[in-house]
């Protein structure tokens, strides 16, 4: 499928299921020497890095904690800059290397933000690893660790992205026409 129509929005094809698994495959190679002998802590943002955690957790094939949290920043298509702590994280990350794994970072105000807390709860260490990143969207003074794929201003659903709770379920990754 080259297009598809979600809520009234039309959305043309950006990235095929076999490109982004090549590509986690290939993050997973670094992080995985990186993180050997850490003990690390994966904390999975939710909703939308359910699906790339899920697959980033099984390209690494790892036995490590995998813990969830939901900091909400969007509604519809667009980032509100507000954050909504809807699942608080229930893990004690002191002196634990964090590891989040995050679908995108567009304004990048939830990375912050979640980072800002996460250093105050004591980890040791923080590391982002994200699936997509909007370089030209990026507000806030964040460093990436490890970005599968730079893409423009454009809102994306499929592969774990949605609009307003649909489209997570697509193989690939869609672009807003
Ligand atoms: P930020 O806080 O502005 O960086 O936005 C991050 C959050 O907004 C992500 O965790 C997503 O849930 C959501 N988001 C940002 N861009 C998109 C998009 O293009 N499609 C779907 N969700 C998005």
């Known amino acids: 499928m080259d297009t598809v129509e979600i809520n009234g929005l039309k ?15 290939e993050m997973a190679e670094p992080l995985k020497r990186e ?40 509604r519809g298509t667009g980032s509100t800059g507000e954050i909504i702590e809807e699942l ?30 996460v250093k105050k709860l004591g980890a040791s260490s923080i590391k982002i690893v994200c699936l997509l990143c909007k370089p030209e969207s990026i507000k806030y003074p964040i460093k990436v660790d490890y970005t599968g794929f730079e893409i423009g201003k454009a809102f994306v659903v499929g592969h774990g992205f949605d609009v307003d709770g649909c489209g997570r379920g697509l193989r690939d990754i869609y672009q807003l026409v």
């Open 11 to 25: 959305f043309k094809k950006l990235l095929t299921y076999d490109e982004i698994h090549n590509r986690i495959s």
């Open 35 to 74: 993180l050997n002998g850490k003990d690390p802590l994966f904390i999975c943002m939710l909703n939308g890095a359910a699906i790339f955690a899920a697959d980033m957790m099984r390209a690494l094939d790892t036995p490590a904690p995998l813990a969830f949290v939901k900091w909400k920043s969007y």
């Open 88 to 117: 608080p994280l229930d893990y004690d990350v002191r002196g634990r290397n964090i590891v989040i794994l995050e679908d995108i970072v567009d304004t990048g105000v939830t990375m912050y933000n979640f980072i800002e807390h």
